[in-house]
T-cell receptor
């Protein structure tokens, strides 16, 4: 959906380092923002979310940041592990979810 | 014990045929969806049902008709298949209608439809 853009189709990171995945959006009315992770031949699985009233949410190695003024969402994974290698989709919306095209993360041992 | 299951996983068919994809969820969720992942990898919502009632119907050709016999099932029937229908179709469910921080989508593993 062109309202939601993940400008980096791929990202490669060394194991143990930080992975930063980015997402930009155009609709300032979105209330909820989520990240999904997808392995090949499987459906996306929910990873972490944040509402528009917050600017940070943390869950273990995963932290989501929301910058409403810049209309920018990011996901930080630290430390990155080889099992994190997957396609990551950002999603956001109100009554329905709009998805980005995904970023393929590769974590090298 | 799959939460959202859809069948078949792969579907290869010829133009003009009619086909169905079935979806079932055992999570007790009230809302179910069909998403299409196109060649550019975007996941786009097609339909959303809440407790067997149609909530969202995006701009989808009339050849696509969802059917929800009960809130645990949402099937997708496609008439007169066209080449452009080739895509991966994902079924999903959520606890409530509408985006919410604590009501994420649970996806099935997808059905790869190839129209020749």
């Amino acid at each position: 959906d062109q309202q939601v853009k993940q400008n980096s189709p791929s990202l490669s990171v060394q194991e143990g380092r930080i992975s930063i995945l980015n997402c930009d959006y155009t609709n300032s009315m979105f209330d909820y923002f989520l990240w999904y992770k997808k392995y090949p031949a499987e459906g996306p699985t929910f990873l972490i979310s944040i509402s528009s009233i917050k600017d940070k949410n943390e869950d273990g190695r995963f932290t989501v940041f929301l910058n409403k003024s810049a209309k920018h969402l990011s996901l930080h994974i630290v430390p990155s592990q080889p099992g994190d290698s997957a396609v990551y989709f950002c999603a956001m919306g109100n009554n329905d979810m709009r998805f980005g095209a995904g970023t393929r993360l590769t974590v090298k041992p | 014990d799959t939460a959202v299951s859809q069948t078949p996983k792969y579907l290869v068919t010829q133009m003009g045929n009619d086909k169905s994809i079935k979806c079932e969820q055992n999570l007790g969720h009230d809302t179910m969806y069909w998403y299409k992942q196109d060649s550019k990898k975007f996941l786009k919502i097609m339909f959303s049902y809440n407790n067997k009632e149609l909530i969202i119907n995006e701009t989808v050709p009339n050849r696509f008709s969802p059917k929800s016999p009960d809130k645990a099932h949402l099937n997708l029937h496609i008439n007169s298949l066209e080449l452009g229908d080739s895509a991966v179709y994902f079924c999903a469910s959520s606890r409530m209608t509408g985006a919410a921080e604590n009501s994420p989508l649970h996806f099935g593993n997808g059905t790869r439809l190839t129209v020749t």
